[in-house]
């Protein structure tokens, strides 16, 4: 317990199995999700294929919380990742992964004041169904409508679950970014990947898609990026990958693979000048690490002279204006806050995911040296500034 208030900006809940057919229209359900028992397992089938970005999407049973956190840390004598998972939970044991009233027990218990409460399931389904876009709008205004009768976009100011956007269609965009504002959401999430369309892919800050950060910037609500399946499956399919993603069961050659879809994702938004467009737009990236923002860095700056003209605003100034970085604990995070300055470092245990922390407050052991007013930026007053919106 710590002697200020805590801001986790990454905790999680586990979905419900009905998440994203509850609301869903039914001419829809062959083309989004439907579950099946295939060799006495519940399996869950996305755009008519199994989908396997969660092997156990029914999270039953469930891992217990930071079971391979010395995994991630790379600690020596770790062994077989399926064995460090170790005992497993019955999901009607932890009711306080699907009900906000036993998570904000919980959280009481942990000292958090508060969350960002972020899918698990939902950040690997875009990939599954860019290919039929009527059925990816469909399963995740589903998704938002269930997120928000569950648990709210503001529960109490001491949960926030910010809806899914695609940027996919911009009418539809618009619309659940409007809905989220409706039920007080402090912000909206998207992954970190371009966006499908006929007949291209698009980058997230073309053009085409300026009314949805407009809108954005005229309200000033924060945007959330989060790691999950970025389609990166051709890029894998190069390296002699099958370019099907599952969580924990990688590959050697993937998780050697040099592509990062946040560093990607991050380089467009500076490439077509988002931010010199809409400079009220706020970027949180959680779960993504902050290995790649040395190397993004480097290259900006070294781009920025070598290529005034098309940087007329100091890449670094923006950076360090509008983006806001959620480290893994494992990260080297005091080497982070001397790269970008306290102000844009948030804290974000992954709670209570395996490859998380069981106990989230103990992330302020990897701020060891940072100075105390410091400390207290990156585990509360930052995303305390992000869940507030900042109207432009």
Not at 125 to 153: I, K, T, V
């Amino acid at each position: 317990m710590l002697d200020f208030p805590v801001f986790d900006a990454d905790n999680h809940y586990y979905e419900a199995t009905d998440a994203f057919t509850r609301h869903l229209d039914k001419s829809m359900r062959k083309r989004t999700m439907q579950w099946a028992t295939i060799e006495g397992k519940q399996r869950l089938i996305v755009g008519g294929a199994i989908n396997r970005f969660i092997p156990n999407p029914t999270f039953d049973p469930v891992s217990k919380p930071g079971a391979l956190s010395d995994f991630f840390r790379a600690k020596s004598g770790v062994g077989d990742i399926r064995a460090a998972f170790g005992e497993l939970d019955p999901i009607e044991e932890r009711p306080e992964y699907r009900d906000r009233n036993a998570r904000v027990a919980l959280m009481d218990a942990q000292g958090l004041e508060s969350a960002f409460m972020l899918p698990t399931l939902g950040v690997g389904m875009e990939a599954s169904l860019e290919h039929d876009p009527p059925a990816l709008l469909a399963a995740f205004r589903a998704f938002n409508r269930w997120l928000q009768e569950d648990w709210g976009y503001n529960f109490r100011d001491r949960i926030y679950t910010p809806p899914y956007i695609t940027l996919v269609d911009i009418d539809w965009a618009l619309e659940e970014l409007d809905h989220a504002i409706e039920h007080d959401a402090r912000l909206v999430l998207m992954r970190p990947a371009s966006v499908a369309g006929l007949p291209d892919r698009k980058r997230p800050a073309d053009p085409a898609h300026d009314r949805f950060w407009a809108r954005v910037n005229e309200l000033g609500i924060t945007v959330a990026v989060h790691g999950g399946d970025s389609s990166y499956a051709a890029y894998e399919q190069l390296w002699g990958l099958t370019g099907e993603a599952e969580s924990f069961r990688i590959p050697v050659m993937r998780r050697m693979l040099s592509a990062s879809p946040i560093r990607d994702f991050i380089a467009s938004l500076f490439a077509d000048h988002l931010f010199e467009r809409f400079p009220n737009v706020r970027l949180a990236t959680i779960e993504t690490g902050s290995d790649w923002v040395k190397p993004l860095r480097k290259k900006l700056k070294s781009l920025s002279v070598q290529l005034p003209d098309e940087f007329p605003v100091d890449p670094i100034e923006i950076f360090d204006t509008n983006i806001w970085v959620s480290p893994f604990f494992e990260d080297d995070v005091a080497a982070l806050v001397d790269l970008v300055g306290a102000d844009r470092v948030v804290f974000g245990s992954d709670y209570p995911h395996a490859e998380g922390l069981a106990e989230p407050t103990a992330f302020i052991k990897e701020l060891d040296g940072v100075p105390d007013a410091d400390v207290r930026k990156i585990m509360h007053g930052n995303a305390r500034a992000l869940a507030t919106r900042r109207p432009a």
